[in-house]
């Protein structure tokens, strides 16, 4: 499978769905991964930690989701990115999930 890593563009979120750990466990198992330029700064890893995990780095969003058959990112696409989406692929989001305070029920 062709795995897109996206940066997420979202409003303050800095994290990345998959580390260089992650893209060299992906390879391992015969997966290609692709992850646009800068897209793991924000949690510390660089695009040399991606290329040392074999995973290829590509300039742009745009080539990003081109490319994938399957996109990882942490939050949810946003308005700018519904045009990427393509129709035939996979997706795979991994989101957070916002707890709200409650009260205990008495």
Known sequence: MII???????NNENR???????AAEM??????VYVQHNAGTG????????LLAGA?????????YDIAEMIMKVKEPIASEYNLIKKTSWYLLISTLLLQNRSPMQ
Not at 4 to 10: A, F, L, T, V
């Open 27 to 32: 390879k391992r198992r015969g997966h290609e």
């Open 16 to 22: 990345v769905a998959l580390t260089p750990a992650g």
């Open 4 to 10: 897109g890593i996206p940066k997420e563009i979202k």
């Open 43 to 50: 949690s510390g890893f660089s695009d040399d930690d991606y």
């Open 56 to 64: 290829r780095i590509l300039s742009s969003i745009e080539e990003v």
